[in-house]
């Protein structure tokens, strides 16, 4: 028996990558505020992908059989300060003046909620990627922001994007930093005995 799958974000990238595994799934984004108290990174997107999950998990009605609901949650973090989304142009390019010639680490916390009937299963686990930025000057920082791109991306850019050109090299997977390890998701469910691509 297959398992429908919901996923709490409204993500357009994390969309495209369950989309591209052939994931069958629906969309149903947390709305929430997110609290999270942790200053480390590992543990943040554990608590905020855990937040997604469960206040979608919360929502369905009673006795939803074979649901599984997927929250995600993305940083960057450098020198152990947590950056996520720019709150405007000068804070896009304090976090990219600060990235840019340095390695720093890209977090997804991902958790699923695993609902059947009246049993639920909550797994968390996270991902770190490690990633590489060749040295930017003041004017190609600045025309990179104009785009647009930046404002809506932890650490103030999108390595799928325009900014692909200022990637050194990763070191993990890549789809981590776009926002969502699929790869780890599709095994992970798999140890738990739930097949993604069944349909």
């Known amino acids: 028996m297959g398992h429908k799958l919901i996923l709490a974000s409204a993500s357009p990238r994390r969309k495209e990558l369950l989309e591209q595994i052939g994931a069958e799934f629906k969309i149903l984004a947390a709305k929430g505020e997110e609290t999270a108290v942790s200053d480390k990174p590992e543990q943040l997107v554990l608590e905020l992908s855990a937040q997604k999950a469960s206040e979608i998990a919360e929502s369905l009605p009673a006795g939803e059989a074979n649901t599984i609901v997927l929250g995600a949650d993305t940083v960057v973090a450098f020198q152990r300060e947590i950056l996520g989304k720019p709150k405007n142009e000068e804070d896009a390019a304090r976090m990219l003046q600060m990235l840019c010639g340095n390695t720093h680490s890209v977090y997804t916390g991902v958790t699923v909620i695993i609902i059947e009937g009246e049993k639920q299963q909550l797994h968390s686990f996270y991902e770190e990627t490690k990633v590489t930025m060749y040295p930017m000057t003041e004017r190609q920082i600045s025309s990179y922001i104009n785009t647009g791109e930046p404002m809506d991306k932890a650490g103030a850019y999108g390595i799928q994007g325009k900014f692909a050109v200022y990637i050194e090299k990763i070191d993990g997977d890549y789809?981590?930093?776009?926002?969502?390890?699929?790869?780890?998701?599709?095994q992970e469910l798999r140890k738990l005995g739930i097949d993604l691509l069944e349909h």
């Open 175 to 186: 789809n981590n930093v776009v926002g969502l390890p699929v790869a780890r998701i599709y």
